[in-house]
C-alpha cells in the first residue's frame, strides 16, 4: 500500500485499535508468469540460468534430494509439525546461523499465526527438500486467486553447494504450473 493513500489510511486506522504498527522499508516484489508453463517460464529466463538449474537439479539428484509438494494441509497437527521443521530448517540456514531467520527476527509467531489461516482456508503452498529424511529446504507462500504469492524460503546452510534455493523456487513453480489456479 502506498502510505498516505486512502486505503492504506483505512487500514492503519483499524489494525492501530489492536497492534502496534510501524513503517519498514519497502520491499520488491517481482511478479512471473506462468501462463505457458514452465517450460515458457525458463524460455524467458537466460541461457546460463537454465544450464545452471540443470546442473544443481543434477547435483540435488545424486546427492538424494527428495521433494514433497504439499498443497493442502488441513489438519492443524500436521501443519504444527510441517512449522517446526521448517523453523529448524530455517535455524540452520545462514539466516538463523546470523541471528536474522524467524525465529531471532521474531517473525516466526507471524509466520506461525498465517500458516495456520492460509492452511485452514486451502490457500498454504509448501514445498520441502529432504535428504535422507531430514528437511533440508523449505518454500512456501499462498494462493490468492490466480496469484501465488511466495512468503519465506530458506535452506540449510551445509547444504549451500546444491544450490537448494534455487531449487526451492524452481520446484515451487513447476508445481504452480501444474495447479489450476
Known amino acids: 500500500l502506498a502510505p498516505r493513500s486512502a486505503a492504506f489510511n483505512t487500514l492503519a486506522m483499524l489494525l492501530g485499535a489492536h497492534y502496534r504498527l510501524f513503517l519498514g522499508p519497502t520491499t520488491r516484489r517481482h511478479v512471473a ?32 534430494v527428495q521433494w514433497q509438494w504439499l498443497s493442502a ?71 490468492f486467486g490466480d496469484t501465488f504469492r511466495g512468503l519465506q524460503m530458506s535452506f540449510d546452510d551445509r547444504f549451500r553447494h546444491l544450490s537448494l534455493g534455487n531449487l526451492v523456487q524452481l520446484k515451487l513453480i513447476e508445481h504452480l504450473c501444474e495447479e489450476p489456479l
Do not use: C, H
Not at 525458463?42 to 544443481?56: D, K, P, V
Not at 525465529?103 to 535422507?132: C, H, K, P, W
Open 73 to 143: 494441509v488441513p489438519d492443524p497437527a500436521e501443519r504444527t509439525s510441517l512449522y517446526q521443521r521448517i523453523l529448524a530448517i530455517d535455524d540452520s540456514s545462514w539466516k538463523g546461523l546470523s541471528a536474522q531467520g524467524l525465529n531471532a527476527s521474531g517473525m516466526g509467531e507471524f509466520y506461525n499465526l498465517m500458516t495456520a489461516r492460509l492452511a485452514q482456508r486451502g490457500d498454504l503452498r509448501v514445498i520441502v527438500g529432504s535428504i535422507a529424511g531430514e528437511a533440508v529446504a523449505f518454500g512456501f507462500g499462498s494462493v
Open 33 to 64: 508468469s506462468l501462463d505457458d508453463g514452465l517450460d515458457g517460464f525458463l524460455a524467458r529466463r537466460s541461457t546460463r540460468l537454465r544450464r545452471n538449474l540443470r546442473r544443481a537439479l543434477r547435483q540435488a539428484d545424486t546427492a538424494g
